[in-house]
């Protein structure tokens, strides 16, 4: 065996067989900093908390206190530069300072063991001065290199040091190479249905059709067949072919594809595959709650946690969280909820878009007699064994937030709801809950939150009016209350802020919220002023958070009797029309992703965007029974479970190769060991054309639209979490569970 052999065999990244296996250098050395010439913006530099820092005249200067002990106290740096090694690296930058001062250049890796590359003095004066400095590495790592200024401990006065034109060049894999995919044998890593579809996608150039061979898990051959040729998939750049074994009917599991010299991951064949699936993807959100203990005898000992922003120091905590200051005086308790992603913040527009998809995952369930869906001890959680739905109780504990975020009778603005509250600054990155040392902050009430709310709160008084019929007149009465005060305030808009702490969510057009909330309300009170102001309609955009009017026509169809007849064939018929278009963008692709973005460009969260055409389908198949859309939503199951062109299961722990590193504050055992992976059923965001964060930008320029992503905790843009986009996988996902 070769040793690149070795190194695929033990799944090594590919940046280590260009050092083991690729003698030659690169003719042109390549930039591994970003933003070194500081034109415009700061980021991704940082300084040390201590040195303070921002850019002016086109240069980064720091505030470097006196008096401190070591070099490493007071830094200028850049984090998630790529290594290889024995390979050589030259640093070159300009610098000046305020006192005639020696810092140290360092290019080292930035986790333990803090292997260094290079570690140089630089004797620095009021006129700027070049410097160039050479090292070799010895590590390799795609994320974990370092290049920091280090200037602590040289002056017990404070002074300015500004740096410019920062370079790091080096290593012989370019920016955006050296990928591997492994086997060309793309399937779903985790489980096919038995009386289902099953096909696999397969990485070749060739044009004719190629032998393929289905193998059970002692290896023996239990179906052939020939693949058909699918040509280049402009998403991913590949030229595909497809197998098609759904003929195969028989339970078990190992089972393997073969085509030529290669396997695909192992995979099981199963009545139901999802059955598991449905009850992890909920289970996502008791792990995320805010405000309780995470126990261990509802998730084990990895994932139990102490109770987040309580008040207990060094929590500021939300039981009584102030307004920004100039917004509002006075506090609320504003504890409960789920933290919305990778950062402690909630918000209202996402919050009531994820409770209202569990809530409708059980109206659905009540309307195709899936007892499951409605059972109480689905789900490990405090509220287990209350004769209550478990999905309802995990809703609940967000609508209970949500009402807390309304503004209080008596108060300007009374009835609105502040759009969010998170933390002041950013949190370091690992921070439990429990120890956020932030401030935290209301901001500002908005229009599209009181509307989310509305339409949160009207939903929630339909489906709780039989289980807790107090807590359903809370709801419908927050719901009107909120209403009333949006039509009085129709256009307080979240600003599109650089937001510090938190997202900023921002949305100035809130047609889309007045029209979903009038539906919601419209089918739990029958009252007709709400029936005019239903005025959105489905389309192939779907919904999300900031675009929520296509939800109005899937609430019609959730309960057409409650609406008129003209409404419900509108409805149906461009639900219809929709879910038809999905079916004929995953059929004309290699990998089977029912969202084609028209304008070849994957969105921040295009895993959930794959989800929310899978919904809309399976509403198609909900009112015409076609099982074309119910086929449709499985192969898009395939996708997400590894049949793409990254041959990356982005649902943790479903899949050899499962997303395991996503961004998140306390699941980041990437860097720190005493902390635990994600559970399994938690979504990644997936492929995203954007590449806003630095370990993107590092790794994957140049990349397929549907390859732009890296599992990696350090990479927000396309590795991140969300509770609206769980929310979406826990609803397929039941639904997949009943087909």
């Known amino acids: 065996m070769s040793v690149k052999t070795r190194l695929v065999a033990t799944g090594l990244p590919l940046v280590l067989l260009a050092v083991i296996a690729t003698p030659a250098t690169a003719a042109e050395p390549y930039e591994r900093v970003l933003n070194g010439k500081f034109d415009s913006v700061k980021t991704p530099w940082w300084s040390s908390g201590i040195a303070p820092s921002t850019v002016a ?20 740096g850049q984090n998630d530069i790529p290594l290889e090694a024995g390979q050589p690296y030259t640093l070159r930058f300009t610098a000046t300072a305020t006192k005639n001062v020696t810092v140290r250049a360092a290019v080292a890796l930035g986790v333990a063991p803090n292997t260094t ?30 290049v920091a200024i280090q200037a602590g401990g040289v002056s017990a006065e404070p002074y300015t040091l500004c740096i410019d034109d920062v370079s790091l060049t080096g290593g012989i894999v370019p920016p955006g190479g050296g990928w591997d ?9 985790y489980a096919y249905p038995t009386a289902g579809a099953k096909r696999a996608s397969i990485v ?43 003929s195969y ?32 993807s909920l289970a996502y959100f008791y792990h995320n709650r805010s405000g309780i203990p995470i126990e261990a005898k509802y998730v084990g000992d990895a994932y139990a946690r102490a109770a987040g922003h309580v008040g207990v120091a060094p929590n500021k905590g939300d039981v009584s969280v102030p307004c920004l200051p100039g917004e509002c005086d006075y506090s609320l308790d504003v504890s409960g909820g789920w933290y919305d992603a990778g950062d402690h913040g909630k918000y209202v527009v996402n919050g009531a878009l994820a409770a209202w998809q569990l809530m409708d995952t059980y109206e659905r369930s009540l309307h195709t007699f899936d007892i499951e869906g409605i059972r109480d001890g689905l789900l490990s959680i405090p509220e287990q064994s209350n004769q209550r739905p478990d999905v309802l109780d995990e809703a609940r504990w967000e609508v209970e937030f949500l009402l807390k975020m309304q503004v209080p009778a008596g108060k300007p603005l009374a009835g609105m709801a502040h759009h969010k509250i998170h933390d002041l600054a950013w949190t370091a990155h690992p921070m439990l809950p429990a120890n956020d040392p932030q401030p935290r902050y209301l901001h500002a009430p908005s229009t599209a939150a009181t509307l989310n709310l509305a339409a949160a709160g009207a939903q929630c008084a339909r489906v709780y009016k039989i289980w807790d ?70 389309t192939s955009a779907g919904f999300s958070w900031k675009d929520t009017g296509g939800l109005a026509d899937l609430t019609i169809m959730r309960l057409p009797l409650r609406f008129p007849l003209d409404r419900v064939l509108a409805a149906r018929s461009r639900v219809i029309s929709v879910a038809n278009g999905h079916v004929n963008d995953l059929r004309s692709q290699g990998y089977p992703n029912p969202s084609k973005p028209a304008d070849g460009q994957y969105a921040w969260g295009s895993t959930s965007a794959t989800l929310t055409a899978s919904m ?13 859309y119910s086929d449709a939503v499985l192969e898009s199951m395939d996708y997400l479970l590894g049949r793409n062109g990254l041959n990356q299961s982005f649902v943790s722990g479903y899949g050899e190769k499962a997303s395991r590193n996503q961004h998140h504050r306390h699941w980041a055992n990437q860097v720190d060991a005493k902390l635990p992976n994600p559970p399994a059923g938690s979504l990644a965001g997936g492929p995203n054309s954007g590449l806003q964060d630095p370990v993107a930008q590092q790794n994957l320029p140049g990349c397929a639209p549907a390859k732009c992503y ?16 769980n929310s979406a996988l826990a609803w397929v996902a039941a639904f997949a569970d009943t087909r």
Not at 59 to 75: D, E, S
Not at 181 to 189: D, E, I, L, M
Not at 267 to 274: A, G, H, R, V
Not at 493 to 519: C, I, L, R
Request: aromatic share 10%; glycine share 8%; charged share 25%.
């Open 616 to 628: 809309i389908m399976a509403m198609a198949y909900d009112t015409t029974l076609d099982r074309k």
């Open 117 to 146: 590359v290079l570690n140089k003095p630089a004797a620095l004066t009021s006129v700027p001065k070049t410097f160039e400095f050479t090292g070799t590495s010895t590590v390799a790592t795609r994320t974990g290199g370092q």
């Open 57 to 76: 005249d086109g240069r980064l200067c720091a505030q470097i206190p006196g008096g401190t002990a070591n070099p490493w106290t007071a830094m200028i």
């Open 181 to 189: 995919y492994g086997s060309p044998v793309r399937t779903n890593q």
């Open 249 to 280: 009917k028989k339970a078990g599991s190992g089972y393997s594809l073969t085509v030529g010299s290669d396997t695909s991951y192992p995979f099981d064949i199963t009545d139901k595959p999802y059955d598991q699936l449905r009850r992890d």
């Open 710 to 725: 890296i599992d990696e905790l350090g990479s927000w843009s396309t590795n991140e979490v969300a509770i609206n986009w």
């Open 204 to 246: 070749s150039s060739s044009t004719t059709p190629l032998d393929w061979q289905l193998r059970d898990a002692a290896g023996a051959i239990v179906k052939t067949g020939k693949t058909q040729v699918k040509g280049k998939d402009a998403m991913t750049r590949d030229d595909v072919h497809i197998a098609d074994f759904s």
């Open 469 to 538: 019929r107090a807590f359903s007149d809370k709801c419908l009465a927050a719901a009107e209350s909120a209403w009333k005060a949006a039509l009085a305030n129709p256009a307080k808009y979240a600003p599109d802020e650089d937001s510090v702490g938190g997202g900023a969510y921002d949305d100035t057009n809130v047609t889309d919220e007045f029209s979903w909330a009038a539906a919601e309300l419209y089918a739990t009170t029958g009252k007709r002023e709400y029936l005019g102001r239903i005025t959105t309609k489905l």
